[in-house]
Nanobody, 120 residues
Framework: QVQLVESGGGLVQAGSSLRLSCAASGSIFSVNVMGWYRQAPGKQRELVATINSGTKINYADSVKGRFTISRGTARNTVYLQMNSLKPEDTGVYYC??????????????WGQGTQVTVSS
């Protein structure tokens, strides 16, 4: 049983910062790529940023220069530092992780999401 739990969302004004956290738990053998996705009302879920177990990082063009994704000391954690937030950043942010769980083939897991609302 693998679970991803996000935290750190909230309601902030434009220009503010938030730091999202995600931790994977369960019978995990290894955690590979982790990432953040978001879904705004009426829109499809989109990639925000991903980071693998090494150094490869990918950002959506809309967040480059403002957001920073990082892995924690514990490799089952991932963070998203969001600076200079804009109203268009509003949405539910979901943590994603590609995990090889004990006795389970590698696959993607999703958290329940954390709401980020940016007011103007």
């Amino acid at each position: 049983q693998v679970q991803l739990v996000e935290s750190g969302g909230g309601l902030v004004q434009a220009g503010s910062s938030l730091r999202l956290s995600c931790a994977a738990s369960g019978s995990i053998f290894s955690v590979n790529v982790m990432g953040w996705y978001r879904q705004a009302p009426g829109k499809q879920r989109e990639l925000v940023a991903t980071i693998n177990s090494g150094t490869k990082i990918n950002y959506a063009d809309s967040v480059k220069g403002r957001f920073t994704i990082s892995r924690g000391t514990a490799r089952n954690t991932v963070y998203l530092q969001m600076n200079s937030l804009k109203p268009e950043d509003t949405g539910v942010y979901y943590c994603n992780a590609n995990i090889f769980a004990i006795a389970t083939p590698r696959k993607d897991y999703w958290g329940q999401g954390t709401q980020v609302t940016v007011s103007s």
